[in-house]
């Protein structure tokens, strides 16, 4: 089992970081002295888990993190500064700073460093999330010590229950558009107009209109969803959007 470091200091240490094609060293204390910081850490960049959940939902609920007193979201795994840059434009994750603890040193003084020979990998941190306050680790989340690559309780949304359980939340948006479609770019317009952030699925040979009317029933788009609930076409996303401004100015 993994000892809890709750209420302890976190590791003193040096980071070895890329900036403007050079070297830079990076003191842990500068990171978290006077300061709220989220962690994370995970086994390797790249990865499957780390790259299609863990990094990206941190990215998403940024901004909500920092709306509840966090200063910096940080991503700590054991890979060296190139690779640590290239995956954070790659995940296109502006929202996060990526720490290489290169030589594992962080990890290492966290008592999360394991054995991943069995993978090629070789030690790597085991994941886990965790809740600084000026320096002292006032919470984490560290997944069950089984066999894999748990992914239960160190998530970006589990943090956020911790630290504002009534935390609002962004919504899911995807809208389906066509290209050269005049209602999709205005209801991308509004959406954008109003700060709403979106992903868009633009019907090609692969994303067919199928896809659409498979999901509500008609060929016509734009059709937006929020939530895993329909909105529907430009007037009913200016007509939602209307309603939400008005719940807000009430």
């Not at 290169?102 to 069995?118: H, R």
């Not at 809740?131 to 002292?136: I, N, T």
């Not at 929020?226 to 309603?243: K, P, R, Y």
Request: proline share 5%; aromatic share 10%.
């Amino acid at each position: 089992m993994f000892d809890s470091r709750e209420g302890q200091r976190t590791p003193n240490v040096i980071f070895k970081t890329r900036h403007n094609n050079d070297w830079a060293d990076m003191n842990s204390d500068d990171i978290f002295t006077g300061r709220n910081v989220v962690v994370f850490s995970l086994p390797g960049a790249f990865t499957p888990t780390c790259s299609s959940t863990h990094v990206p939902r941190f990215n998403e609920l940024a901004d909500a993190l920092r709306a509840n007193g966090i200063d910096e979201i940080v991503c700590v795994s054991v890979n060296d500064a190139f690779v640590m840059n290239e995956w954070r434009k790659n995940q296109n994750a502006e929202n996060i700073t990526f720490i290489p603890d290169g030589n594992g040193e962080f990890t290492e003084a966290m008592g999360m460093l394991v054995d991943k020979n069995d993978l090629g990998f070789g030690k790597r941190s085991w994941r886990y999330s965790m809740l600084v306050r000026d320096g002292v680790i006032e919470k984490m989340f560290v997944e069950p010590q089984v066999p894999g690559d748990p992914f239960e309780v160190s998530d970006a949304d589990t943090m956020l229950d911790y630290i504002n359980p009534q935390a609002v939340k962004p919504d899911d948006i995807v809208i389906f558009t066509k290209p050269g479609c005049p209602f999709c770019a205005r209801a991308k317009g509004m959406l954008n107009d109003y700060g709403y952030t979106f992903e868009e699925i633009t019907l090609n040979r692969e994303v067919t209109v199928r896809a659409v009317r498979a999901a509500v029933g008609h060929d016509t788009v734009p059709q937006m969803f929020v939530n895993g609930e329909l909105v529907g076409d430009s007037d009913a996303i200016a007509a939602w959007i209307e309603g939400r401004a008005q719940r807000k100015a009430a």
